[in-house]
């Protein structure tokens, strides 16, 4: 079963404003991550946030992680066009299972 | 550094045939995982490996073998293809599933007809 689920399913805004993207999660986690998957493409990854942590940077991207309320949002800044994509979070639940797995993604429109 | 690379990138299948999708990597990474894309339905776990001659079944393991004989290769076999397998199959590998991301192949966009 997806153990993350993005919200919204899917998100318009227009060049230059901020996009949030939420995921809620239901098992405790090791750590969560963040991808970026283009139309027709593989996933990239974006960023990954450790249990123990409550919030990262990198670039345009701001993650924050509450495990209390077990969510995790993924903010945009100053969008672009070339930013149009889905995005999926990903959770870790660490231990000696190898499993990453994914909620069904975010599908982000950047209007120019 | 190729990454990951899986291969074929497209391929079409009758019903009740077999094949092996390749996945190689050359970062030397311990963790491999292979994911089916469906519409609708994000990624779902097939199959893992946290390293060479270890692997477990994840989600949706039904109909698929893997095998982990060397580092570099995790092979996605389907014994006998039917239209539900129908899908984008994707690789992934990552060194250090506590501290790094993983790495995606393109993907192999797979019709089972």
């Known amino acids: 079963s997806q153990q993350g689920e993005e919200d919204p399913q899917a998100l318009s805004i227009q060049e230059g404003e901020n996009a949030t993207m939420n995921c809620s999660y239901k098992?405790?986690?090791?750590?969560l991550q963040w991808y970026r998957q283009n139309s027709g493409r593989g996933l990239v990854h974006l960023i990954l946030?450790?249990?123990?942590?409550r919030e990262k940077h990198s670039g345009r991207l701001r993650v924050t992680l509450d495990t209390s309320k077990k969510s995790s949002s993924l903010l945009i800044t100053a969008s672009r066009a070339a930013d149009t994509a889905s995005y999926f979070c990903?959770?870790?639940?660490?231990?000696?299972?190898?499993?990453?797995?994914f909620g069904k993604g975010t599908k982000l429109s950047v209007k120019p | 550094n190729a990454g990951v690379t899986q291969t074929p990138k497209f391929q079409v299948l009758k019903t009740g045939q077999s094949m092996t999708l390749q996945c190689a990597q050359d970062?030397?990474?311990?963790?491999m995982s292979w994911y089916r894309q469906d519409p609708g339905m994000g990624l779902r776990l097939i199959h893992y490996?946290?390293?060479?001659?270890?692997?477990d079944q994840g989600e949706v393991p039904n109909g698929y073998n893997v095998s982990r004989s060397t580092t570099e290769d995790f092979p996605l076999r389907l014994l006998s293809a039917a239209p539900s397998q129908t899908s984008v199959y994707f690789c992934?590998?990552?060194?250090?599933?506590?501290?790094?991301?993983?790495?995606f192949g393109s993907g192999t966009r797979l019709t089972v007809v």
């Open positions: 098992t405790s986690i090791n750590n």
């Open positions: 992934a590998s990552s060194r250090d599933r506590n501290n790094y991301g993983y790495t």
């Open positions: 990903a959770t870790d639940v660490g231990g000696s299972q190898g499993n990453l797995i």
């Open positions: 946030i450790r249990s123990n942590e």
């Open positions: 970062m030397n990474h311990e963790y």
């Open positions: 490996s946290v390293g060479a001659g270890i692997t």
